[in-house]
């Protein structure tokens, strides 16, 4: 067998640790898969003070990247620190010290990608990270390289373990969304600071990613429409589950008219569906090929070892000169093509409404007749008769209408004197698909 390869890891955190164990435990097997053995010559750590039990000597183990960059010896580095600084700076420094840069930081990717991915390039190098986006599902080789001889139709996926963990809970327990947060927290499925989970930033990133990989774009992530699930209650579920839905956190990307549309948002998805039969922290992804069809795929998003799982891969795939023909192939559109820019392409799609409303007569007909006026039809209709005090739930299935349409009629509907509070909105994923079109660019 030949010299082995030697690879420096940055992070020794749950995923970093993850990875050196399996590229111990699992030597032999890894190194028929590479055709060479991998070492792990160094690691690089932000806290030397911290106890690690890892199968690594502690001379192996060090404070500076330069310890990894200025090694020639080691040809692979292997990126598991969180965040953009000092996480892009490192990744320069592997870069442009001839080395090839796995990672599984999506923010980095999706904030810096452009800058990073031109310089590999220039540098003959490649950066791989299927770990990046939905943890041990391999949907970045799937489309990479599995799907290459189709034209990507569309993406739809559950790409956050955290937001769906609570929302399929809440369903399943019928408890409200600030306890299954705190249980998600005491898991271990939610940091103590949960944000980027539950306002969809996390999703939207890892969307943007998946994007540059299926359409040859790179999209801001910050350009995609992002609501959170904050803002789900057991209301809410329960008429969804009325129409046959379940609620679940879904991104999606699709063609439109030739430019690309994207969204994240909690969305009524139909119940007895694979994406709505996604349960706990999993994620699941379906793509529309125009040759192959839909496929589904589905898995653990995240957790030590699924996630340490893909970044081996994605260090075999570097060894062996995969992930270089992969990665040269990728980011197929100039960033600045009209396919890239999003703004103001939507999907038409159904929405679910929620309008609190005082229950006295005129109150359907105007709020009709307002949806009316937005070219909004309505498909059904739902309101229960209370015998409360107060307002009441109207709740309406629309047919398709555009996005802007309906946030017009719901901005008008707002100001009725009827209104009392505010309404809710959530799109309704059907099995609608775009025609096949190439995008502009």
Not at 29 to 54: C, F, M, N, S, Y
Not at 144 to 171: P, Q, V, Y
């Amino acid at each position: 067998m030949s010299e082995p390869v030697r690879v420096g890891v940055i992070g020794l955190g749950t995923v970093g640790s993850g990875v050196v164990r399996l590229l111990a435990e699992s030597a032999d097997q890894i190194a028929r898969h590479a055709g060479r053995r991998i070492l792990v010559e160094r690691a690089v750590v932000k806290d030397l003070t911290k106890p690690r039990h890892v199968p690594l000597a502690s001379d192996r183990i060090s404070g500076e990247i330069t310890d990894i960059a200025g090694d020639d010896s080691i040809s692979v580095g292997v990126l598991l620190v969180g965040g953009l600084e000092p996480a892009r700076s490192m990744a320069v420094a592997l870069l442009e010290s001839g080395k090839d840069v796995v990672t599984a930081n999506k923010a980095l990717l999706a904030e810096h990608g452009p800058e990073l991915f031109a310089l590999a390039r220039a540098k003959g190098r490649s950066i791989a990270f299927e770990a990046a986006v939905a943890g041990g599902i391999p949907i970045v080789a799937a489309i990479g390289e599995c799907l290459a001889a189709n034209r990507i139709e569309s993406i739809r996926g559950i790409l956050n373990g955290t937001s769906n963990f609570i929302l399929s809970t809440m369903e399943e327990e019928g408890a409200d969304y600030a306890a299954v947060l705190k249980l998600a927290q005491q898991k271990g499925f939610a940091e103590a600071d949960p944000a980027m989970d539950v306002d969809g930033t996390d999703a939207t990133q890892k969307l943007a990613i998946l994007a540059h990989l299926a359409f040859g774009v790179w999209v801001p992530w910050r350009d995609i429409p992002q609501t959170g699930i904050e803002a789900i209650d057991q209301e809410l579920m329960a008429f969804a589950a009325e129409f046959g839905y379940r609620i679940r956190l879904v991104a999606v990307a699709a063609r439109v008219n030739g430019r690309l549309a994207m969204r994240v948002s909690p969305t009524l998805v139909k119940a007895g569906t694979p994406l709505a039969e996604t349960r706990e922290a999993y994620n699941a992804v379906s793509i529309v090929g125009d040759a192959v069809g839909r496929m589904f795929f589905h898995g653990l998003g995240a957790g030590q070892m699924p996630t340490a799982s893909a970044v081996v891969a994605d260090i075999i795939d570097t060894v062996v000169g995969r992930a270089a023909i992969t990665f040269r192939t990728t980011g197929l559109l100039d960033p600045d093509s009209p396919a890239a820019r999003i703004a103001g392409v939507e999907m038409p799609e159904r929405h679910f409404l929620r309008i609190p409303v005082l229950d006295r007569p005129g109150v359907m007909a105007e709020i009709s007749g307002t949806l009316g006026r937005h070219g909004i039809s309505i498909a059904s209709l739902i309101q229960h008769e209370t015998g409360m005090p107060g307002p009441v739930p109207m709740v309406i299935m629309t047919h398709h209408a555009s996005p802007a349409a309906v946030a017009g009629a719901l901005t008008e509907i707002a100001v009725c004197d009827a209104v009392q509070g505010t309404s809710a909105c959530l799109p309704v994923l059907d099995d609608w698909q775009p025609a096949a079109e190439h995008l502009e660019g």
